[in-house]
DNA sequence: TTGGCGATAATGTCTATACATAATCGCAGA
DNA sequence: TCTGCGATTATGTATAGACATTATCGCCAA
């Protein structure tokens, strides 16, 4: 047990790494047979166990297939994914040293329409804060959150000012969510959008929705709306997780 | 060991649904500090690396910090962010049951001018392989792909025709990739691009950018433009990855 | 009061072993 | 040749024990 920290920190980092690396060059191609868990063991001098762990992880991480008795093969990459940043516009703002303010426009609690029915699963009629905001940095108007909270999941919401933090700020320190669902789309500015905004009615912008539920219970819709010319979405992204996903929403 | 088994499969499995439980439930809310190891040894009757093996699962996704001697405490929510999934054109429309066509319109090698340069990290002048694609859906445009190709790491592709698959899919089954870059961005159109999209000129576009490395060195671009009011990026998922990430690019 | 230093306590890693589970292989019998 | 069943084998889960690593706590001395 000398040789066992030779270059790396440890004995499974250096496992993984090591068939990490095989299968990101393309040495062991999707459908690969990976060495059984006992040849492992042996090649690198090692209990099985720690050899389990690798593997375990690896086929957590979607890298690798495993069924009993027939062993372990390299998956088969099926479709690519975009892990986005969301940042919060305060945290953003603090970051880049930029003056950061937000108005609400609109505060009103309101029954659901069919169509919003629809989209949380709820029943029409359900009565939701409905909260209009702007997000402004130095005097540039860079996002428009318009945001439905379910007072029956939050009922706090109900007596909250959001003075101090803007609505998504609030909720993401102070309800956890279970599920959420995204999407990403681009529509042309309405005149109304534009004049809240700035820019010309008819400008491209990107339009994120954002869903989530506790358990099942909805808690909020939120449908961000950018200015497609200042604003993008940014991920940076391993397949295989090891360092995290990094990245950013920018300018 | 009888009750070991009782509702759940699995020991290690049980431990890890209560404890995601009591943090999605908010019941142990962000900073609270979880029993140590050898107090949910106790609580489940279980060995020391049971226990450790669901904590290691639950620092490795993020949902609590782990440091020694000071113990494990739920891990504040810092910013969202949003798994979006791309799929494959031929394979979503062969799940879909419609008729799915590519035409290559350009095909050409070039040196590279000084922003993509900038973008991949390459030198000014390096030779790649471009390609516009267009894809077809029942005769409709569905998405308009210029791709650069690095013919440095992936030489294959100076011959390759394309004839029966378009590049992007190609190249999914052929190069491995370690790291990748996403950009999401709302455009109008342009003339050309709203030509071949079929959609009106200033129409807002989702343009969707994904830059490819394999071991730091560059292997390729895609930009791929879709007409806004035809297709958007839909993405569910759970902040535990219990269930994995589910989701799809839709019409 | 403050600074340092050692004891302590928690996590991190690894081993050897055991049994459970599932799927395949191959042989025996029809 | 085909079928079924048992042996085999690889993974899945769990245990108990050991030692390493690293913060923190608290005591003692300056």
Same mark, same amino acid.
Request: net charge positive; aromatic share 6%; charged share 25%.
């Given at each position: 047990?000398?040789?066992?920290?030779?270059?790396?920190?440890?004995?499974?980092?250096?496992?993984?790494?090591?068939?990490?690396?095989?299968?990101?060059?393309?040495?062991?191609?999707?459908?690969?047979?990976?060495?059984? %868990?006992?040849?492992?063991?042996?090649?690198?001098?090692?209990?099985?166990?720690?050899?389990?762990?690798?593997?375990?992880?690896?086929?957590?991480?979607g890298l690798i297939t495993r069924r009993r008795r027939a062993g372990s093969v390299v998956a088969k990459p099926s479709n690519q994914q975009a892990v986005?940043?969301?940042?919060?516009?305060?945290?953003?703002?603090?970051?880049?040293?930029?003056?950061?303010?937000?108005?609400?426009?609109?505060?009103?609690?309101?029954?659901?329409?069919?169509?919003?029915?629809q989209r949380t699963g709820l029943p029409t009629g359900t009565e939701m804060l409905c909260l209009s905001t702007l997000h402004v940095m130095n005097d540039?108007?860079?996002?428009?959150?318009?945001?439905?909270?379910?007072?029956?999941?939050?009922?706090?919401?109900?007596?909250?000012?959001?003075?101090?933090?803007?609505?998504?700020?609030?909720?993401?320190?102070?309800?956890?969510?279970?599920?959420?669902?995204h999407i990403v789309r681009a529509v042309n500015a309405d005149s109304a959008i534009a004049k809240r905004l700035q820019v010309q009615t008819g400008a491209?912008?990107?339009?994120?929705?954002?869903?989530?539920?506790?358990?099942?219970?909805?808690?909020? %819709?939120?449908?961000?709306?950018?200015?497609? %010319?200042?604003?993008?979405?940014?991920?940076?992204?391993?397949?295989?997780?090891?360092?995290?996903?990094?990245?950013?929403?920018?300018?």
């Amino acid at each position: 047990m000398n040789e066992k920290t030779f270059g790396m920190k440890h004995l499974h980092q250096r496992i993984r790494d090591d068939i990490e690396a095989r299968i990101m060059s393309g040495e062991w191609p999707p459908g690969h047979r990976i060495p059984f %868990e006992h040849e492992l063991m042996a090649e690198y001098g090692c209990s099985r166990m720690t050899v389990n762990k690798v593997m375990s992880t690896l086929a957590a991480n979607g890298l690798i297939t495993r069924r009993r008795r027939a062993g372990s093969v390299v998956a088969k990459p099926s479709n690519q994914q975009a892990v986005l940043q969301i940042q919060d516009f305060a945290l953003e703002a603090a970051r880049a040293g930029t003056e950061y303010r937000f108005k609400i426009l609109k505060r009103s609690i309101e029954a659901i329409d069919a169509a919003a029915a629809q989209r949380t699963g709820l029943p029409t009629g359900t009565e939701m804060l409905c909260l209009s905001t702007l997000h402004v940095m130095n005097d540039v108007p860079q996002a428009l959150e318009q945001r439905l909270i379910n007072l029956a999941t939050v009922p706090e919401a109900g007596e909250q000012s959001f003075k101090d933090d803007p609505p998504g700020t609030w909720l993401l320190r102070r309800v956890p969510w279970t599920d959420a669902e995204h999407i990403v789309r681009a529509v042309n500015a309405d005149s109304a959008i534009a004049k809240r905004l700035q820019v010309q009615t008819g400008a491209a912008c990107l339009v994120l929705e954002r869903r989530t539920w506790q358990a099942g219970a909805f808690v909020t %819709e939120a449908r961000i709306t950018y200015p497609g %010319e200042r604003h993008h979405l940014i991920g940076r992204f391993s397949p295989s997780f090891k360092g995290g996903a990094g990245g950013q929403a920018v300018s």
